[in-house]
T-cell receptor
Framework: AQRVTQPEKLLSVFKGAPVELKCNYS??????LFWYVQYSRQRLQLLLR??SRESIKGFTADLNKGETSFHLKKPFAQEEDSAMYYC???????????FGTGTLLAVQP | NAGVTQTPKFRVLKTGQSMTLLCAQD?????MYWYRQDPGMGLRLIHY???????AKGEVPDGYNVSRLKKQNFLLGLESAAPSQTSVYFC??????????FGPGTRLTVT
């Protein structure tokens, strides 16, 4: 079955601390994974995708096929990073994105 | 470009009432989606469309109907609202399905 698991509902860190938002997936083929972010009172938007191997706003995510993970990392958290983060898996022939339940990141001053 | 817009932003319904949520996009996207967002459950796909005149069921389609008569519009209907349909509804569109552009959401309360 295709599934995305985000085990943490809430992650609270202090400004300047490292951040790791966990995402694990279940998929039988070659996965395509994404991170979407929703800032307070704003719409959901794409943050990054594993294919691009890019760094957006200091965030990176590496696909680990052995551990079936796609964790989102940032070395030094900023208060403006506070948001809800969703990991998503492309469902292939289903033409659908499968979202995890989301992790709320709260960066304390 | 306005991107993806949703109408209305807020709505309160009584159990049994009906309503239609409108999603409009001006990016000439083929794919459009309706999700609901509930605490602890993330985003769940209700229905989606891969092109004008087509619709398909998502993960939680029961109690909802959709129509895509025009490429730019995707309507979500609730024929007989229930308290379990209290949620925030998001529409999204995309040129290719992986990168979706979301609307601002509609907050619906059913009493």
């Amino acid at each position: 079955a295709q599934r995305v698991t985000q085990p943490e509902k809430l992650l609270s860190v202090f400004k300047g601390a490292p951040v790791e938002l966990k995402c694990n997936y279940s998929y039988s083929g070659s996965p395509e994974l994404f991170w979407y972010v929703q800032y307070s009172r704003q719409r959901l938007q794409l943050l990054l995708r594993h294919i691009s191997r890019e760094s957006i706003k200091g965030f990176t995510a590496d696909l680990n096929k052995g551990e079936t993970s796609f964790h989102l990392k940032k070395p030094f958290a900023q208060e403006e990073d506070s948001a809800m983060y969703y990991c998503a898996l492309w469902g292939g022939a289903t033409n659908k994105l499968i979202f995890g339940t989301g992790t709320l990141l709260a960066v304390q001053p | 470009n306005a991107g993806v817009t949703q109408t209305p932003k807020f709505r309160v319904l009584k159990t049994g009432q009906s309503m239609t949520l409108l999603c409009a996009q001006d990016m000439n996207h083929e794919y459009m989606y309706w999700y609901r967002q509930d605490p602890g459950m993330g985003l769940r796909l209700i229905h989606y469309s891969v092109g004008e005149g087509t619709t398909a069921k998502g993960e939680v389609p029961d109690g909802y109907n959709v129509s895509r008569l025009k490429k730019q519009n995707f309507l979500l209907g609730l024929e007989s609202a229930a308290p379990s349909q209290t949620s925030v509804y998001f529409c999204a569109s995309s040129y290719q399905p992986r990168t979706q552009y979301f609307g601002p959401g509609t907050r619906l309360t059913v009493t």
